[in-house]
């Protein structure tokens, strides 16, 4: 399965970051990964960490969820440990994928994984020629709001959906320019320099590498 290495530099910090596809395979990291998120961050998700406890928490339940057709599903690792995750769905309607579950462990936030997961999804939506990435986020999730708009996401007009955790939630947008983007984002298609370049966003400087080259 493909894998991106990164570096993120911030100011004095600077770690290590392996980006990869998940699989049906991958459900235990998954589950882990997500009920931690769902404990860490209720206000963010529609889904209840009580949803995928109890019955709810299987194995066949969590491989289902890591094989609905035309998603993606991102795992980020730290020294092999996952810290983070997001996916991205099939759209509404053709030419638009919503981005979702989206997550960063507390011990690594401030350091880039948040831009890096959304920048992955944006990606691989362009490659499936999709011209609009969508999400929702809690109005006042102010550090999801500000990670997204740094990544090129406007407030949608939107009549407004159900209320998350009774939360007022806002729709964003982000308009994919194959050419741009295709250049600017990481590549889980491809290991290759050439193909990954280095690009930076806001306060991340990421330096692709071929799996095994370190
Ligand atoms: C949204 C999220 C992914 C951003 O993580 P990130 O990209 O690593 O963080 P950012 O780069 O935006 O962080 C900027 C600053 O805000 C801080 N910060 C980020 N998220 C924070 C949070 N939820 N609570 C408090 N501080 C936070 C960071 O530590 C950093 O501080 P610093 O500049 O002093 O170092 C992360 O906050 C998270 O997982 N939140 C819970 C789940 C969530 O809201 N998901 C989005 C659902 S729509």
Redesign the pocket.
């Given at each position: 399965m493909p894998r991106l290495r990164f570096r993120l530099c911030r100011r004095h910090s600077r770690i290590v970051i392996d980006v990869r596809l998940a699989g049906s395979g991958d459900w235990q990291v998954w589950r882990k990964l997500r009920l931690e998120?769902l404990a860490?961050?209720p206000y963010?998700?529609a889904s209840r960490l009580e949803d995928w406890q109890g019955d709810g928490d299987r194995a066949e339940r969590w491989r289902a969820r890591l094989s609905i057709p035309g998603s993606c599903n991102v795992i980020a690792a730290l020294d092999r440990r996952a810290v983070g995750m997001v996916s991205g769905f099939p759209g509404p309607r053709d030419g638009v994928v919503e981005l979702?579950t989206?997550?960063?462990s507390r011990a690594?936030?401030?350091?880039?994984?948040?831009?890096l997961l959304v920048q992955t999804v944006a990606h691989w939506a362009v490659q499936l020629r999709a011209s609009v990435l969508l999400?929702?986020?809690?109005s006042d999730?102010e550090?999801?709001v500000?990670?997204y708009r740094r990544n090129g996401f406007d407030d949608a007009r939107w009549s407004g959906g159900p209320r998350v955790a009774g939360r007022p939630q806002r729709m964003m947008t982000k308009a994919l320019r194959p050419s741009r983007v295709e250049t600017r984002t990481p590549a889980l298609v491809s290991t290759s320099r050439e193909n990954a370049s280095p690009a930076t966003p806001r306060?991340v400087r990421r330096q692709p590498f071929p799996p095994g080259s370190e």
């Open positions: 998120a860490d961050a963010a998700f979702g989206l997550w960063v690594v936030r401030g350091q880039g994984v948040g831009d999400l929702t986020v809690a999730n550090h999801a500000a990670l306060r």
